[in-house]
Every structure is written in C-alpha cells, then in structure tokens.
C-alpha cells in the first residue's frame, strides 16, 4: 500500500518514491520491519515482494535511476557486482570526469609522448605536479585506459 501512496510510474516502468530522498537521491524512508527499519526506498521494495536482503548483499538498480523502487528493476548483488555493474554501464566516473583528477586528457595524451620521447617519470611528475607512479599508470594505461 505505501507504494501507491508514495510513488509515481514513469513510461519507462519506473516506479518513482515520491517521499523524501537523500541528498544520493535514493529514497528514504522508515518503515518498520521485523528486522529493523529500513533506510532506503528501494530497500523496503525489494523486501516486499521478494522477502529478506540476506546478509552481505545490496539491492542493486538495474535502471539506474536511484529514486526507482519498482522490484522488476531491482536485484541482489555483492558491493564488487554492484561495481562492476557501474563500470559496465559507464557510470564510474573516470579521467577528467573524477572528482580527483589533476591532469586533463591533453595532459595525458603529452605525459605519454613525452615519454616516448625519452622524458622519465620523474622528470614528468615534478612538471605535471603528481607522483612517478601516476605517470607510470599513465603511461603503463593502467589508468586513462579511455584515451589512445
């Protein structure tokens, strides 16, 4: 019943919460169960229709939108596929769309020819103000694996 008091179905089957969300964007809520009481939305959906979350796993979005409770659009998962579910998906933010990044794509598209042309890590780390094993990732493409 509170599905239907705090949700809005969208085109893309979707169902909304409506109530109050965090600031993630996931609804929040609290509703008391057995075991507790529930922080998220989504949470209380899946718990609904499919029973307890066992121990150790997250429910996990299969559209996304974090807001969405509908349990067709929900499943289980550990913390690493949960990861890698983002990954997929390219939501992971990565290169210059990371909150920590320093350098810039023509930042490191210059660290890689530079050190094709003789340029040392360290050389290159004092220039672009970041350690020689980030320039070795860089250039090694364990990082930036997006770039040529």
């Not at 085109?11 to 509703?31: E, H, L, M, P, S």
């Not at 920590?100 to 598209?109: E, F, I, R, S």
């Not at 360290?122 to 980030?134: F, G, H, I, P, R």
Request: aromatic content about 8%.
């Amino acid at each position: 019943e509170w599905l239907k008091i705090y949700s809005q179905r969208l085109d893309t089957g979707c169902i909304i919460f409506t109530g109050q969300k965090n600031q993630a964007g996931y609804g929040d809520i609290r509703y008391k169960l057995k075991n507790g009481w529930p922080r998220r939305a989504h949470r209380l959906a899946w718990i609904v229709a499919n029973g307890p979350i066992p121990p150790g796993l997250l429910v996990c979005h299969k559209c996304d939108v974090r807001a969405c409770i509908n349990p067709d659009h929900l499943f289980l998962g550990t913390n690493l596929e949960n990861h890698q579910d983002a990954v997929r998906k390219g939501r992971q933010p990565n290169g210059e769309r990371s909150h920590l990044a320093k350098l810039t794509a023509p930042d490191v598209l210059e660290i890689r020819s530079a050190r094709t042309h003789g340029m040392t890590f360290a050389a290159l780390a004092t220039k672009y103000e970041v350690t020689s094993d980030n320039i070795a990732a860089i250039v090694y493409r364990k990082s930036w694996k997006h770039l040529p």
